[in-house]
């Protein structure tokens, strides 16, 4: 799965997918621990190898009052410091060039979002890090596509790279996941599904954006079905108040549940041969 570089990450015999999960945004250091504390005792459970994700600032935002963070380095330090607690590593997004050295000097993953994954200095300056870089197709991509912006971070000489999917848009509104682009992606690298982004209903005219939770599961086991690398899942203990993204993310109260059946699910794939 390309993790054997990740620091602190924790390897399995099982053949487990790896998971990404974590609250949209830092909003405060007590949340960020207790979502974490959850997380991390499920996956030991489960043998699931996990990167707490968090973004430190959101810049892609609807309307100008959106929530955009707490502040940067004091969002990077809380990230640090649930690496540090929990011995796991961590993964935020970047939107600016400056934003890759910045963030580097505290996460293990520099992730680059989906509008954003073919703007080559932003990819390139994340690369040159030497951290490891999780691609996010672009909703408006084909997965044939990414293989160009897999190969920008391999250029710099930097193999460490992972891409996800986060569905493709349908019509205005709404979002699917073309399933037949996993194993397309997977030629170029390991290839991660982030279930709750997938599930977004954007451009809604109130601005903010909708989602449907309702069918986490149902596209987390079809990924798992057709043997993704990795999850990524956004959770938190109170969606509905949430800063960001809440009306597509994860209860954390159900994703012990969910991930059981998950990692059954994938026992029984990888019996299949």
């Known amino acids: 799965m390309h993790l054997d570089s990740l620091p602190k990450i924790k390897h ?3 053949n487990n997918f790896f998971l990404l999960a974590g ?8 949340m960020a621990l207790r979502i974490a504390e959850k997380v991390v005792a499920i996956t030991n459970k489960l043998e699931i190898p996990y990167v707490f994700k968090g973004s430190f600032k959101k810049a892609n935002r609807s309307r ?16 640090k410091k649930v690496s540090e607690t929990f011995d796991v590593p961590t993964i935020t997004d970047i939107h600016e060039i400056s934003d890759a050295k910045m963030a580097a000097a505290y996460v293990d993953v520099l992730q680059i979002p989906a509008f954003l994954v073919r703007q080559t200095d932003l990819v390139v300056a994340a690369a040159e890090t030497g951290k490891f870089v999780n691609l996010k197709k672009g909703q408006f991509m084909s997965p044939e596509s990414m293989k160009h912006a ?60 909708g989602g449907r939770p309702d069918m ?8 798992v079905v057709n043997n993704v690398d990795g999850l990524f899942m956004e959770t938190h203990f109170d969606p509905a108040n949430a800063k960001s993204d809440g009306a597509n993310m994860l209860h954390l109260d159900h994703l012990e549940k969910l991930l059981t059946n998950l990692v059954a699910i994938r026992k029984t794939v990888n019996g299949l041969g």
């Not at 609250?23 to 007590?30: H, L, M, N, R």
């Not at 986490?216 to 990924?223: D, L, N, P, S, V």
């Open 12 to 14: 399995t015999t099982s």
């Open 23 to 30: 609250p949209c945004a830092i909003e405060g250091e007590d």
């Open 64 to 79: 100008v009052d959106s929530f955009t963070g707490i502040g940067d380095e004091k969002a990077l330090k809380i990230l």
């Open 150 to 209: 897999a190969q920008k971070v391999r250029d710099t000489g930097n193999e460490h790279v992972w891409i996800t999917d986060r569905g493709t848009m349908f019509g205005y509104q709404d979002m699917i996941v073309d399933f037949r682009g996993i194993p397309t992606m997977r030629n170029f690298a390991p290839t991660v599904l982030d279930v709750t982004h997938s599930l977004q209903q954007p451009n809604q005219s109130s601005g903010v954006t």
């Open 216 to 223: 986490i599961e149902t596209i987390a086991r079809a990924g």
